[in-house]
């Protein structure tokens, strides 16, 4: 069966740590990972990742895919409070549908 | 200028009532999508149509039907309402089916479905 799996589930940090978030996977006719940022609403695009071992950055979050390793991370550099949000990693699969994995939700306290 | 809308934002129905959600998308992409999050907030999509064609039907019970009038619209509607149906229905559009640059998938805003 298809699955995506992110760990951790629930994370707490200060504000200005860095925070690392996962995904691994196993699906069948893989195409792309991608991952999300879900605040109150709509989870909303934040990286596509294809190729293994290219970073993929914007501003302080970046992320990397290997897909020897089946895996993903999602990192976020100097958080802040308003990167408190549930973090989705999917997976696209062949005629474009996206598994996703049942989220990390961030917390950044002050 | 909403890229992916839907509507109501809200809907609270009783068990056994037909209700439908309306999605409409203003990017010129040709696929939609319908997503449940349940109150695990996991995601799992349920259909996808490509330029009014159905692609992707995931096994989910014949009471809900999509309907797609032309390739900006995905409505979704629900026949004898249950109490498990209760979730955030969300709406989503990509560019096409083949290519990088085509599989970003954009959400619209959710519509929370409760039955009572």
């Known amino acids: 069966e298809d699955k995506v799996v992110q760990s951790p589930l629930s994370l707490v940090v200060h504000e200005g740590d860095t925070v690392t978030l996962n995904c691994s996977y196993e699906v069948t006719n893989f195409r792309s990972l991608l991952w999300y940022k879900q605040e109150k609403k709509a989870p909303t695009f934040l990286f596509m990742l294809t190729s293994s071992g290219i970073e993929k950055k914007s501003g302080r979050l970046s992320s990397i895919l290997d897909k020897k390793e089946l895996f993903s991370i999602l990192n976020i550099t100097a958080t802040q409070t308003g990167d408190s949000a549930i973090y989705l990693c999917?997976?696209?699969?062949?005629?474009?549908?996206?598994?996703f994995g049942q989220g990390t939700r961030l917390t950044i306290n002050p | 200028d909403t890229a992916v809308s839907q509507t109501p934002k809200y809907l609270v129905t009783q068990m056994g009532n037909d209700k439908s959600i309306k999605c409409e998308q203003n990017?010129?992409?040709?696929?939609m999508y319908w997503y449940k999050q349940d109150s695990k907030k996991f995601l799992k999509i349920m259909f996808s149509y490509n330029n009014k064609e159905l692609i992707i039907n995931e096994t989910v019970p014949n009471r809900f039907s999509p309907k797609s009038p032309d390739k900006a619209h995905l409505n979704l509607h629900i026949n004898s309402l249950e109490l498990g149906d209760s979730a955030v229905y969300f709406c989503a559009s990509s560019p096409g089916l083949a290519g990088e640059s085509t599989d970003t998938q954009y959400f619209g805003p959710g519509t929370r479905l409760t039955v009572l």
């Open positions: 999917a997976v696209l699969q062949g005629a474009q549908k996206l598994v």
């Open positions: 990017l010129g992409h040709d696929t």
